[in-house]
T-cell receptor, first 114, second 114 residues
Framework: AQSVTQPDIHITVSEGASLELRCNYS??????LFWYVQSPGQGLQLLLK??????LVQGIKGFEAEFKRSQSSFNLRKPSVHWSDAAEYFC????????????FGSGTRLSIRP | EAEVAQSPRYKITEKSQAVAFWCDPI?????LYWYRQILGQGPELLVQ????????DSQLPKDRFSAERLKGVDSTLKIQPAELGDSAMYLC????????????FGPGTRLLVL
């Protein structure tokens, strides 16, 4: 069965510093991959998704992610974080040919140091 | 901007009581999902509807949970009787159709069972 691992439970970075959140997946075929963000009191919002094609995916709010099949990874990056980026980030993989069933990782909580 | 609506936002109940959550998806969205998110974990799919039909309820504890979407629009998730382990965030999401369409999440209902 598909699974997603986010090895970092909590990360703290300084405002203006670069960010990389790690995600590893387990899936036999080409996966459908997602990154979602969850801010306190709000629902999950899709940052970006990868289905095929260019392995570097651009998303909203200045985020990008790179699909690396050889490493089974889909890490999320941002060159310069803002205090408003503090939130919980979830990596996810779509299950099945239609990818409608999404399997989420356990999340990484991002804190921003002033 | 259209949003997924959920109510109530918070619910406190005693074990063995019945609780119900309501979700109104974005207008026109045929697919509706209910997820459960336990504190410190990612969301887990409970049930997926395509219009008024259940597509996937393999993770729904059917002895105590039920879900319906009678007219293929809004949906209700019920728990009877509630147990302490049901304390969690219950998220509703919707999409135009199933598959690779983006799922839009509501703010969730936080349930505390005492």
């Amino acid at each position: 069965a598909q699974s997603v691992t986010q090895p970092d439970i909590h990360i703290t970075v300084s405002e203006g510093a670069s960010l990389e959140l790690r995600c590893n997946y387990s899936y036999g075929a080409t996966p459908y991959l997602f990154w979602y963000v969850q801010s306190p009191g709000q629902g999950l919002q899709l940052l970006l998704k990868y289905f095929s094609g260019d392995t570097l995916v651009q998303g909203i709010k200045g985020f990008e992610a790179e699909f690396k099949r050889s490493q089974s990874s889909f890490n999320l990056r941002k060159p310069s974080v803002h205090w408003s980026d503090a939130a919980e980030y979830f990596c996810a993989v779509g299950e099945g040919s239609s990818a409608s069933k999404i399997i989420f990782g356990s999340g990484t909580r991002l804190s921003i140091r002033p | 901007e259209a949003e997924v609506a959920q109510s109530p936002r918070y619910k406190i109940t005693e074990k063995s009581q019945a609780v119900a959550f309501w979700c109104d998806p974005i207008s026109g969205h045929a697919t509706l999902y209910w997820y459960r998110q336990i504190l410190g974990q990612g969301p887990e799919l409970l049930v997926q509807f395509q219009d008024e039909s259940v597509v996937d309820d393999s993770q729904l504890p059917k002895d105590r949970f039920s879900a319906e979407r009678l007219k293929g629009v809004d949906s209700t998730l019920k728990i009877q009787p509630a147990e302490l382990g049901d304390s969690a965030m219950y998220l509703c999401a919707s999409s135009w159709t199933s598959g690779t369409e983006t799922q839009y999440f509501g703010p969730g209902t936080r349930l505390l069972v005492l």
